[in-house]
């Protein structure tokens, strides 16, 4: 089902979504991350394999390949929103809250319920929304709106950008002088000018990811002040 470099990402979603995990592990998400930004996967076929994964009838395995979907639709820009926002993959949803029990209903409510938010400006998913109210009327209660995901808009999901120089010094990318993202702008730099990391709230990992000098600072300043 999958190419070279995306065996990657099978081997990783293994990973992220294995029953013997005791807690989230973030490096095989961020990996996961990764590879469908850099598109070594399509955004399409590895939704199909998260979703493979969230309908495995053990719920750690169904909540941690919840939690790769979360981390996916806040991370990997809208190819990924696509293939989220959809009548058929909402339906699946809708479907798997009418089935599961807590703590997978919950989660998903709670999804469902940060994207509606999310992609509130944005007409063309709309169909979140429209999933979000249904599941509304038909009686679930929904858990309060974490205020990291209110951070999270769609339309800031950083999608990485491309380019052969540093957005910031515009250093010539070569073999020696390798090309990077910043985790929270998507703009590419060197190795130089995204030598930091941090924590993004909105972004949904916890664990530091690289950031370029100004999104540090930006997103630290926010922080102390
Ligand atoms: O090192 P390479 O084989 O060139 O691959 C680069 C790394 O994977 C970078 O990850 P990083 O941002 O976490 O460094 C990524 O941002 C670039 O797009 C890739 O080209
Ligand atoms: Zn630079
Ligand atoms: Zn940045």
């Not at 955004?43 to 979360?70: D, T």
């Not at 058929?88 to 938010?117: A, G, T």
Request: include cysteine.
């Amino acid at each position: 089902m999958f190419g070279g470099g995306s065996s990657n990402f099978t081997k990783n979603l293994e990973k992220a979504t294995s029953q013997l995990l005791l807690e989230p592990d973030w490096n095989a998400v961020l990996q996961i991350v990764d590879s469908i930004r850099q598109e070594d996967v399509q955004a399409k076929l590895a939704l199909q394999a998260i979703r493979k994964k969230i309908g495995n009838e053990n719920p750690h395995v169904s909540m941690f390949a919840l939690q790769v979907l979360e981390a996916c639709v806040k991370n990997c820009g809208s190819s990924f929103h696509n293939e989220v926002a959809t009548k058929e993959f909402m339906e699946y949803l809708k479907d798997l809250v009418k089935i599961r029990n807590d703590p997978v209903k919950e989660k998903i409510l709670e999804l469902i319920q940060c994207w509606s938010h999310a992609f509130r400006n944005d007409p063309h998913y709309k169909v979140v929304e429209d999933t979000f109210h249904l599941l509304k009327m038909e009686g679930n209660k929904f858990p309060a709106l974490k205020e990291a995901d209110a951070m999270f808009d769609a339309e800031k999901a950083p999608t990485w950008k491309d380019g052969e120089t540093c957005t910031r010094c515009r250093v010539q990318f070569t073999l020696m002088q390798r090309k990077h993202h910043c985790r929270n702008c998507g703009e590419v730099f060197c190795g130089k000018c995204s030598a930091k990391s941090s924590l993004i709230p909105k972004l949904g990992f916890e664990r530091e990811v690289r950031v370029c000098d100004s999104c540090y600072e930006k997103i630290n300043k926010k922080q102390k002040g």
